[in-house]
């Protein structure tokens, strides 16, 4: 062979390859068109080898062409969203700016909406890796990172959920932050962007429609509630504690963050510190003081301390003389008394003493349901849909013999059916 001639035949066989690289590229594109997707990877598959060798228009063509074949039509695997993901990357350094970020936006949409069915499913553990993979994608977008954290904390993965709630807490997360959307043209679903550049580029494109600015709803106390409880249920009850006492330093009036510790407290039995905490809510958050006395109330009566239960269920009508909840636990104060008068009842014979003790009882156990009767008429009014209350209302008046009474409350069930 003469060696001059060498340099020359390798040019030509280079040349020739990346002439077959780029016909493949190109081939791969139109498989993309038509949804081939099994067609445009073995191309590109072939393709790849020798992609160095391409000029930088096409090698960000053949990332974008890869980045699409695996992205939308792969099996939806964490690998081959990685995979997809890192294309699109590279589509975007070699020049192809808007269709690298539109796919990794679409990437991005694709394991939010994933996770979001995960969720639903209650299969938490592959929500939050995919909603992790979404906020490492889009570290501006905050959300995404709560929405793991609790996806962790329900997968039952407590290190990662309180990695996940301490990056919140270290980032000073409030969630109120703006959230910049716009509706997707052909999906016709609003989707939310990283900030409003990135927005602003998807409606120039022309696929996305009605740019709007949202704010997010505050949860900086849910962040600090769910890292204490994980620390709780992770059996670390000091880091708990001290979580919350940290932040409610800086924070003393936080509403939440009280919340949160009387959480801590009832999740972890410690009940004087739990009440202590309520009667504290109490006077920081008097418009809310009614479902604070409710939970005083039905504590009270769990404890049968039944004076003291109607103190607080009549604070909580005071609060709000709509609250059916408050009128219920006044009717249960007397209703749950009956149950013990009730059991003596059958256990009485026939004998003279049995019958005189028997009526005495039923004049007990009537007294009882006369004054659990008017609360519960008024628990009614305020929610006349209640068939269970009508169906109470029904009992206690057949057994006082208010026949009248009775079969007006017959009547309303029949109606409601």
Known sequence: MNFKYFPIVFLMMAGATVFGQKKEIRQAEKAIEEQNFAEAKKLLAEAEPDVSSLNKRYKARFYTANGMALGLGGSGTMEELDEATKSFEKAIEYGNKEEGAQGLHTIEQFLVQSAVQDQENQNFRDAYKKIYKAYEMSPEDTLYLFVAAGNAYNAQEDDKAIEYYSKLRNMEYKGNALQYTAVNKETGEKEVFGNEAERDMFIQSGEYTDPQVEREERRDGDVIKQLALTYLRAGDEEKAISTIREARKDNPNDMELLKAEAMVYEQNGETDKYLKILDELIEKDPENAEAYYVILGDNALDNEEEEKARDYYEKAIESNPKSVTAYNGMANSYLNKQEAIVEEMNSLGMS??????????????????????????????????????????????????????????????????
């Open 352 to 417: 003279k003493a049995d019958t005189e003790k028997y009526n005495q009882l039923t004049e007990e156990r009537n007294d009882l349901l006369k004054s659990a009767l008017p609360y519960l008429e008024k628990a009614l009014a305020n929610a006349p849909e209640s068939v269970e209350l009508m169906q109470t209302l029904y009992q206690i008046n057949s057994q006082l013999r208010n026949d009248e009474e009775a079969q007006k409350y017959k009547s309303m069930m029949e109606k409601a059916k």
